[in-house]
């Protein structure tokens, strides 16, 4: 089969000694879904009886398109349904006569399996995850610790393979940033392939591309990972990474900020700032009230934070929090307070705090001081869904639910949620006393 000069490149990679991770991809058409297809048919047939994993966020997307891509691959290289491989259906996998098998898979992070225990003691001998931008960084991770099968027997090493188009995220931090640094590591490598390196495609498709909004053609065209494609995102993406670096935030006066676990499903998050600079950030895995009371309680000894500067999120269980360390609680479907004596046009207290921490962040006013590359992820991953809900319509301003982005991201929001509540305290009503 004639491949482009790019999908060679990346087929290069994925035979060399050296390489375990290939992203490849950057805009609509450069033969992606392909590339994988055909890797994993050459390589499962070149080891007998090895194990392959073709992966997406959700198997349906995957039967209805890679694995169609797939079958039009084997027809081209002369393999036959029945003869040459079986599709069990029942086990979605596809069986080799040399023993081999490619299993499908369904990546989505759901909330019922965070852990991706459905993959069980899975061994594996390489992967290809399609549209990998539509999976979290832990699908990743979690499918590159399987691939370990037959490695050995067959002098090969672990190999990763993953296609997408432009986006934010994990798969910028990981492979587009370091690329264009000249900072990615030897066992990686990011592969551009645009429209226009693939000469097989249709006359027609870059028309029909040229055609799309401008948004879309700079993603899909041009592959733009720069450009920022959400117009309801209330902060662009480089303003939230920014805040890992705005070491110039000068310090005030220490608060702590608590988003509580909800009936023990979610973890809890402390915070504390100083002034506008996150000094400390604590998890808490499904941990007691009393604990993550004490917790709160510790943290107020040791940076001798007021009382009366700390909030906790009181919603659900955390207004026993707020009991026990007798702090101001913060109720997120409250009313929005009033500013000089006027009334604010946002849909509850919680869009309020999130749309003037956005500003916030913004104006490059915040900074959070870790290292935790797993944390600032996830920070990253939470602020970037800070949107503004139902933009084309008038109202009252509002953000999309807390329920919705645990679809989209298969966990709570809880570290944006604890940045949130440090605005309450510029909203708080602050009591001047005079004698006279």
């Not at 002098?155 to 492979?175: A, H, R, V, W």
């Amino acid at each position: 089969m004639e491949l482009t000069k790019k999908q060679s490149e990346a087929l290069d990679y994925l035979e060399d000694n050296k390489t375990n991770e290939v992203l490849f991809g950057g805009g609509a058409g450069g033969g992606k879904s392909l590339l994988g297809c055909y890797w994993l048919l050459k390589s499962a047939v070149k080891y007998e009886g090895t194990r392959w994993l073709m992966g997406r966020a959700t198997l349906k997307t995957l039967r209805e398109t890679t694995l169609n891509t797939f079958f039009e691959v084997c027809k081209i290289q002369g393999l036959t349904a029945g003869e040459h491989y079986k599709y069990n259906q029942q086990l979605q996998q596809i069986e080799l006569i040399n023993g081999s098998v490619i299993l499908l898979k369904d990546l989505f992070l759901y909330p019922s399996d965070p852990n991706f225990d459905s993959l069980g003691s899975l061994e594996i001998t390489g992967a290809f995850v399609d549209e990998c931008n539509q999976i979290t960084e832990k699908a990743w991770n979690i499918v590159k610790s399987r691939i370990r099968y037959k490695l050995d027997e067959n002098n090969i090493i672990p190999k990763m393979l993953g296609t997408c188009n432009p986006s934010k995220g994990y798969l910028y931090e990981k492979f587009f940033k370091p690329y264009r640094e000249k900072k990615l590591p030897d066992s990686m490598k990011f592969i551009q392939s645009l429209l226009t390196d693939n000469k097989f495609i249709s006359q027609h498709y870059e028309s029909n591309l040229l055609q799309l909004d401008t948004i879309s053609k700079e993603r899909l065209l041009f592959g733009n990972w720069e450009f920022d494609d959400d117009p309801s995102a209330l902060i662009p993406y480089d303003k939230i990474t920014d805040i890992f670096s705005a070491t110039y935030v000068s310090g005030g006066e220490m608060y702590i900020t608590a988003d509580v676990a909800r009936f023990g499903s979610d973890k809890s998050v402390l915070m504390v700032w100083n002034g506008y600079k996150v000094v400390e950030i604590l998890t808490l895995e499904k941990q007691p009230l009393t604990v993550v009371a004490g917790e709160i309680n510790r943290l107020r000894t040791y940076y001798k934070v007021s009382t009366s500067n700390i909030v906790v999120d009181e919603d659900g269980v955390g207004g026993g929090v707020v009991d026990i360390v007798g702090c101001d609680g913060f109720v997120n479907n409250g009313t929005p307070m009033e500013i000089d004596g006027h009334p604010q046009n946002y849909s509850n207290l919680k869009s309020q705090c999130y749309f003037m921490l956005a500003e916030k962040i913004n104006k490059g006013e915040v900074y959070v001081q870790t290292d935790n590359i797993h944390l600032k992820n996830n920070l990253i991953q939470e602020l970037e869904q800070v949107k503004r809900k139902d933009i084309d319509k008038d109202g009252k301003l509002a953000i999309i639910p807390k329920e919705h982005i645990k679809q989209l991201i298969g966990r709570s929001p809880d570290y944006s949620d604890a940045m949130m509540m440090r605005l309450y305290f510029e909203l708080k009503p602050k009591w001047v006393f005079s004698i006279g």
